[in-house]
């Protein structure tokens, strides 16, 4: 649901993470022996995961113009738990480092706009050019 409401957006907007009713951070590296077990796509959960803490942080700079991440988000980048998405870790980080940002500065919408089109339209595109035959 939260690639839906980034769609609805054309890109990160405010709550798009609203249908989320899990803690992202417990999957954003989650392992197995087959990435498609029990009718999980966990590429997709780890990604959407990934996402939805972005989608958390660019939230609070919307909310203040002053990106913010939970403790346990923090720590999160700290240890490389999103070292799967090094450009969804490299904004979070910039964002975070950044202090206040005004609305004016269009630099955290420009810099989630490549990582929106990677991910969520990328995932759409695939579904739309899969073929069950």
Not at 29 to 42: C, G, K, L, P, Q
Not at 59 to 69: I, K, N, P, Q
Not at 95 to 113: H, K, P
Request: net charge negative; charged share 30%.
């Amino acid at each position: 649901m939260t690639y839906v409401e980034l769609t609805n957006y054309s890109g990160f907007g405010h709550s798009a993470d609203i249908h989320v009713r899990f803690d992202p951070l417990k999957f954003i590296d989650a392992e197995t022996d087959n990435d498609r077990v029990f009718y999980v796509d966990m590429d997709l959960l780890r990604t959407g995961s990934a996402i939805v803490v972005l989608c958390a942080v660019f939230d609070t700079w919307l909310e203040g113009e002053h990106a913010r991440a939970t403790p346990a988000q923090k720590l999160a980048l700290e240890n490389g738990r999103f070292g799967r998405f090094p450009d969804i870790e490299t904004t979070l980080k910039e964002a975070l480092a950044r202090g206040a940002m005004r609305w004016e500065d269009s630099w955290f919408d420009d810099a989630v706009q490549p990582i929106y089109r990677t991910y969520v339209l990328g995932y759409f595109r695939r579904l739309a050019e899969s073929d069950r035959a």
